[in-house]
C-alpha cells in the first residue's frame, strides 16, 4: 500500500455495517473506534481513515490507554514549555488522573527523577531524566501497541485477527530508537502509510512503514510525532511466522486480551507537573530553564 491520499470520511453507519465483530476480541460490535486515537493529533484535528467496529468493553475499556499514549507521543525531548506539544500533554493531566490513575504519580516519582545537564547546540539545559519503566507506564502503552497491531492488521488484510492470531509489539518513546534500527527495520518495509483527507494528512504526527502480504502478516514501525514509536508483527498464523520471539520487551497478545491487559489501579492525589520532555526508551526527559 501506498501513502493513503484524498479518502472521503466514512459515517459511522458505514463504519459499522463493515463489520459485526469486534476488531479486538470479536464480540458483538456497538461502537466506532479510532485507530490512532483523535486525541492523539493537534487539537483534535484528525484526517479521516482507519476508523473501525468495536464492542463496548474494547472501545471505552482501553480509552486510558490512548490517553498514555497520546500524552506521551507529546514528551518531546527538545521541547520548549511553550511548545504546543507540551501545552497539549499539561493540559491532559486532569484527564489523565481521572482515567488513568496513579500513572502520573509512577511517572513523576522522585525515585525515577534525574536532574541532568545537557548540552544542546552548545547550550547547557537543565533536564529532568525521568526513567519510564513502572507498570502501569508499561502496562498502557503495551494495550495500545497491542490495539495498534490489531487495527493495522484488519486495515491491510481487510479482515480482524483471527482468534488463533496473535500479535507481538513493543515501543520506544523518542531517542530510544536507535537510528540503525530504524534503518534495518525500514529496509524490510516497503510501504508508506498515513492518514490523508482531501490536502489534510496526518505527517509529523501518524507515519508508518509496513510489509504485507494483504492476507496473513502485517509488520510495521509506527512514529507518532517522531517521539512514541511502535514497532509489532501481527498474523492469524503465529507458528508459521514463529511467533512470539525473544525480546527483552515484547509483549504478545491475542484478540480478546486487551481488555484484561488494563491496570487495575485506585485513585491517585492531585500532583503538580513540572514540566514534560523526552529521552529514550526507558527514560523521558522534562525541559527545564537554561543553565
Same mark, same amino acid.
Given at each position: 500500500?501506498?501513502?493513503? &491520499?484524498?479518502?472521503?470520511?466514512?459515517?459511522?453507519?458505514?463504519?459499522?455495517?463493515? !463489520?459485526?465483530?469486534?476488531?479486538?476480541?470479536?464480540?458483538?460490535?456497538?461502537?466506532?473506534?479510532?485507530?490512532?486515537?483523535?486525541?492523539? =493529533?493537534?487539537?483534535? $484535528?484528525?484526517? %479521516?481513515?482507519?476508523?473501525?467496529?468495536?464492542?463496548?468493553?474494547?472501545?471505552?475499556?482501553?480509552?486510558?490507554?490512548?490517553?498514555?499514549?497520546?500524552?506521551?507521543?507529546?514528551? $518531546?525531548?527538545?521541547?520548549? &514549555? /511553550? !511548545?504546543?506539544?507540551?501545552?497539549?500533554?499539561?493540559?491532559?493531566?486532569?484527564?489523565?488522573?481521572?482515567?488513568?490513575?496513579?500513572?502520573?504519580?509512577?511517572?513523576?516519582?522522585?525515585?525515577?527523577?534525574?536532574?541532568?545537564?545537557?548540552?544542546?547546540?552548545?547550550?547547557?539545559?537543565?533536564?529532568?531524566?525521568?526513567?519510564?519503566?513502572?507498570?502501569?507506564?508499561?502496562?498502557?502503552?503495551?494495550?495500545?501497541?497491542?490495539?495498534?497491531?490489531?487495527?493495522?492488521?484488519?486495515?491491510?488484510?481487510?479482515?480482524?485477527?483471527?482468534?488463533?492470531?496473535?500479535?507481538?509489539?513493543?515501543?520506544?518513546?523518542? =531517542?530510544?530508537?536507535?537510528?540503525? !534500527?530504524?534503518?534495518?527495520?525500514? %529496509?524490510?518495509?516497503?510501504?508508506?502509510?498515513?492518514?490523508?483527507?482531501?490536502?489534510?494528512?496526518? $505527517?509529523?504526527?501518524?507515519?508508518?512503514?509496513?510489509?504485507?502480504?494483504?492476507?496473513?502478516?502485517?509488520?510495521?514501525?509506527?512514529?507518532?510525532?517522531?517521539?512514541? #514509536?511502535?514497532?509489532?508483527?501481527?498474523?492469524?498464523?503465529?507458528?508459521?511466522?514463529?511467533?512470539? =520471539?525473544? #525480546?527483552?520487551?515484547?509483549?504478545?497478545?491475542?484478540?480478546?486480551?486487551?481488555? /484484561?491487559?488494563?491496570?487495575?489501579?485506585?485513585?491517585?492525589?492531585?500532583?503538580?507537573?513540572?514540566?514534560? /520532555?523526552?529521552?529514550?526508551?526507558?527514560?523521558?526527559?522534562?525541559?527545564?530553564?537554561?543553565?
Amino acid at each position: 500500500m501506498s501513502q493513503k &491520499l484524498g479518502k472521503r470520511s466514512r459515517s459511522r453507519a458505514e463504519v459499522m455495517s463493515r !463489520d459485526g465483530e469486534c476488531i479486538y476480541c470479536g464480540q458483538p460490535t456497538t461502537h466506532q473506534e479510532h485507530m490512532p486515537p483523535i486525541g492523539m =493529533f493537534r487539537k483534535r $484535528d484528525r484526517a %479521516s481513515g482507519m476508523e473501525f467496529a468495536t464492542c463496548a468493553a474494547c472501545n471505552n475499556g482501553t480509552s486510558a490507554a490512548d490517553l498514555v499514549a497520546s500524552f506521551m507521543a507529546r514528551i $518531546d525531548a527538545n521541547g520548549a &514549555l /511553550g !511548545d504546543w506539544r507540551f501545552q497539549e500533554a499539561f493540559a491532559q493531566r486532569n484527564m489523565l488522573m481521572e482515567l488513568a490513575p496513579g500513572f502520573l504519580a509512577e511517572l513523576l516519582s522522585p525515585a525515577r527523577v534525574e536532574p541532568v545537564l545537557l548540552n544542546t547546540n552548545g547550550v547547557l539545559t537543565r533536564q529532568a531524566m525521568i526513567k519510564a519503566d513502572g507498570p502501569l507506564t508499561k502496562a498502557y502503552l503495551d494495550v495500545f501497541s497491542a490495539k495498534l497491531g490489531m487495527a493495522l492488521y484488519r486495515e491491510h488484510t481487510d479482515s480482524r485477527l483471527p482468534d488463533h492470531g496473535g500479535v507481538q509489539a513493543w515501543w520506544y518513546l523518542n =531517542f530510544g530508537l536507535a537510528i540503525k !534500527d530504524v534503518e534495518q527495520m525500514l %529496509s524490510i518495509m516497503p510501504l508508506a502509510g498515513r492518514l490523508a483527507q482531501g490536502r489534510k494528512t496526518s $505527517d509529523g504526527q501518524f507515519n508508518y512503514r509496513c510489509n504485507t502480504d494483504n492476507k496473513s502478516i502485517v509488520v510495521a514501525l509506527v512514529s507518532f510525532h517522531d517521539n512514541l #514509536h511502535v514497532s509489532f508483527a501481527a498474523t492469524s498464523d503465529p507458528q508459521f511466522y514463529n511467533l512470539p =520471539f525473544e #525480546h527483552p520487551r515484547a509483549r504478545f497478545t491475542k484478540p480478546g486480551q486487551i481488555a /484484561g491487559m488494563m491496570p487495575k489501579v485506585t485513585p491517585s492525589q492531585l500532583i503538580m507537573l513540572p514540566g514534560l /520532555g523526552g529521552a529514550p526508551y526507558t527514560s523521558l526527559r522534562i525541559p527545564a530553564r537554561r543553565a
